[in-house]
């Protein structure tokens, strides 16, 4: 598909709130000694980089791959672990990092996976929502932008694999 992209949310912006975010999460594990950021791979790792460079805090990195659903193929939405945490984290305080929540599934799934391994907490924080597209619910934690149902791109969110390394996030618009 022949496209443009057009600035949606500037990088100035995306980096403010990313600064704030980053403010609320030290304000809300001081005392902790350890905070296991997860990275879901791999639309997250962009905004993870950001983050946790925001945030005063003991933290620690880990990464998981779930499956990708595609577009409307599996009617099931089942999701599953490609790549499993490389650590333990019983006991831990936990955030899972994401770059965008859509249906909800991938997050409602890793969530569920997570707090088995009984954790001393499990947050989310993303950094875009679709509310409008959730088909499960999720509590999360920290949102750095509510957004209309658009296709979007950068900080880490592809098209096709693309475009992830764009600074700013930025909107498909197809080209006549
Ligand atoms: C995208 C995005 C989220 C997920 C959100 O990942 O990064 O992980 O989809 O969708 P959901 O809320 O409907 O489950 P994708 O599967 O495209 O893989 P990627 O992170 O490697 O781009
Ligand atoms: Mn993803
Ligand atoms: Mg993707």
Not at 16 to 21: N, W
Not at 59 to 65: A, E, H, K, R, V
Request: include cysteine; charged fraction near 25%.
């Amino acid at each position: 598909m022949k496209h443009n992209v057009e600035v949606m949310i500037s990088e100035a912006d995306v980096a403010a709130r990313i600064a704030k975010l980053g403010e609320e999460i030290t304000a809300r594990y001081q005392g902790s000694d350890e905070v296991v950021m997860i990275g879901l791979l791999r639309g997250s790792c962009v905004f993870l980089a950001d983050l946790c460079r925001q945030c005063q805090l003991p933290i620690t990195l880990d990464f998981m791959t779930a499956s990708s659903y595609g577009s409307g193929m599996h009617s099931t939405r089942d999701v599953r672990i490609l790549k499993d945490l490389d650590d333990d984290i019983k006991g831990k305080d936990v955030v899972i990092v994401e770059d965008i929540i859509d249906t909800g599934y991938t997050l409602n799934k890793v969530r569920e996976i997570l707090s088995l391994r009984e954790p001393k907490s499990l947050a989310i924080c993303t950094l875009l929502d679709k509310p409008s597209r959730r088909e499960v619910q999720v509590p999360v934690d920290w949102i750095g932008f509510a957004i209309p149902d658009e296709f979007v791109v950068g900080c880490g969110i592809d098209y096709a694999q693309k475009y992830r390394n764009l600074p700013f996030i930025g909107k498909v618009v197809p080209q006549e």
